[in-house]
T-cell receptor
Framework: LAKTTQPISMDSYEGQEVNITCSHN???????ITWYQQFPSQGPRFIIQ???TKVTNEVASLFIPADRKSSTLSLPRVSLSDTAVYYC???????????FGAGTTVTVRA | NAGVTQTPKFQVLKTGQSMTLQCAQD?????MSWYRQDPGMGLRLIHY???????DQGEVPNGYNVSRSTTEDFPLRLLSAAPSQTSVYFC?????????????FGEGSWLTVV
């Protein structure tokens, strides 16, 4: 199970792009990278998942370099409602014991 | 489609009391688990189950018991509540193994032990 490191917190303003980088130096060949978002007083929810290169959906983009030792979650044009904790998880289909680290607290200001 | 349902939402216990947090999912997921989240911290895995009749310990299992008699239900039992178990508890489920499949979480159960 690859260990991940991400910043504790980030501040931004409405309309800006927010990029959160997660380091996972010992990522294994079969591991996928998944990001979750947690609003206050709610359970986390899935945002995006990728294996390599770039993945984009209606919420975010995920950039993964060729060596896959890091990944960057990109939130375009954030709004106040994007204020949340964002978690980076790395694992494959054999990882039963996934725990979430402290995540990155993103605060969007008007 | 209800997803993952947890009850109760809020609970206050006295030290030494026991209680059960209920969790049910209607997505026919094999994998279910319980996490606890303390202020300013991430989610720590308490127990998990890979199918009916199969459970295993996570990162912080002490003081908690689980059972999985059906695919749908995964209750968490606090045997003798302690103030250190004051936390928010999340139940989660997924179709396949965690690292590859989307994890769905319940809305959480806020537990205070006095």
């Amino acid at each position: 199970l690859a260990k991940t490191t991400q910043p504790i917190s980030m501040d931004s303003y409405e309309g800006q792009e927010v990029n959160i980088t997660c380091s996972h130096n010992n990522i294994a060949t079969n591991d996928y990278i998944t990001w979750y978002q947690q609003f206050p007083s709610q359970g986390p929810r899935f945002i995006i998942q990728g294996y390599k290169t770039k993945v984009t959906n209606e919420v975010a983009s995920l950039f993964i370099p060729a060596d896959r030792k890091s990944s960057t979650l990109s939130l375009p044009r954030v709004s106040l409602s994007d204020t949340a904790v964002y978690y980076c998880l790395v694992g494959d289909e054999t990882d039963y014991k996934l725990s979430f680290g402290a995540g990155t607290t993103v605060t969007v200001r008007a | 489609n209800a997803g993952v349902t947890q009850t109760p939402k809020f609970q206050v216990l006295k030290t030494g009391q026991s209680m059960t947090l209920q969790c049910a999912q209607d997505m026919n997921h094999e994998y279910m688990s319980w996490y606890r989240q303390d202020p300013g911290m991430g989610l720590r895995l308490i127990h998990y189950s890979v199918g009916a009749g199969i459970t295993d310990q996570g990162e912080v299992p002490n003081g908690y018991n689980v059972s999985r008699s059906t695919t749908e239900d995964f209750p968490l039992r606090l045997l003798s509540a302690a103030p250190s178990q004051t936390s928010v508890y999340f139940c989660a489920s997924s179709y396949g193994a965690r690292g590859r499949n989307t994890i769905y979480f319940g809305e959480g159960s806020w537990l205070t032990v006095v």
